[in-house]
């Protein structure tokens, strides 16, 4: 089993109630970190959660940053694995990730095992939530609440501590998660930049 063989059948047979419901969004490659990094999927309804695929033939030596970036960002989050990292993945991520297994029968279908359960995230990183939204988005969000002029030029950096300091956690996650399931075009108009977050939702 390859990461896209996990994937397709993790999208068909585990996520098939996601897709199904009209306020849920389902993303593959959500880029976190402004593209720093990417969660394998996202699905965003009331909560965010990321998912990550670590296949046998995939190496563990970026998991750990890439748990952190995960952190950083979702409620839950989960790694999909292949038998031979169940204990690396184990040790390297939190107690709150949820652990699924990934099998192959012998016709060839693929089978999952949930063998740790996803919790809530203790310790999520507004800012890094914040950077979800395109700098366009934020400097809405920011004139929705009578913001002007000068602020709104300066860095994104800047314009996301506002948000966060504004909002706080409960609303802007609330507003992030909103912004992402109105998005028609997860490719910005224009010529993107390096920083820029590319992703493409995944068909329903």
């Known amino acids: 089993m390859n990461d896209a063989q996990i994937r397709s059948s993790f999208h068909s047979k585990k ?4 897709h199904a419901t ?6 593959d490659e959500l880029g976190l970190k402004h593209g720093k990094f990417r969660a394998d999927i996202a699905v965003i309804n009331g909560h965010l959660i990321g998912y990550e695929i670590k296949s046998d033939d995939d190496s563990l030596h ?5 748990v952190e970036a995960y952190n950083a960002v979702f ?6 694995v292949g038998q031979r990292h169940v204990g690396g993945v184990e040790n390297l991520t939190p107690p709150w990730w949820g652990i699924v297994v990934a099998m192959q029968g012998q016709r060839g279908a693929i089978h999952f095992e949930a063998i740790r359960r996803a919790a809530l995230n203790p310790s ?3 800012f890094a939530v914040a950077q979800l939204l395109w700098r366009t988005e934020a ?3 920011l004139v929705k609440r009578g913001f ?3 602020i709104l030029r300066q860095s994104r950096s800047v314009l ?3 948000i966060v300091h504004v909002l706080g956690s409960r609303e802007l996650r609330n507003v992030v998660r909103k912004r992402l399931k109105s998005r028609t075009d997860w490719r910005r108009p224009g010529r993107l930049s390096p920083s820029d977050d590319s992703s493409q939702p995944c068909a329903k």
Request: glycine share 4%; hydrophobic share 30%; no cysteine.
């Open 148 to 150: 002007s002029g000068r």
């Open 22 to 27: 009209p306020d849920t969004l389902v993303v």
């Open 139 to 141: 400097e809405e969000e």
């Open 15 to 18: 996520l098939r109630r996601h």
């Open 160 to 162: 996301y501590r506002e």
């Open 124 to 126: 999520a990183d507004d």
């Open 75 to 80: 409620d839950r989050a989960t790694a999909v």
């Open 62 to 66: 970026r998991l750990a940053r890439q």
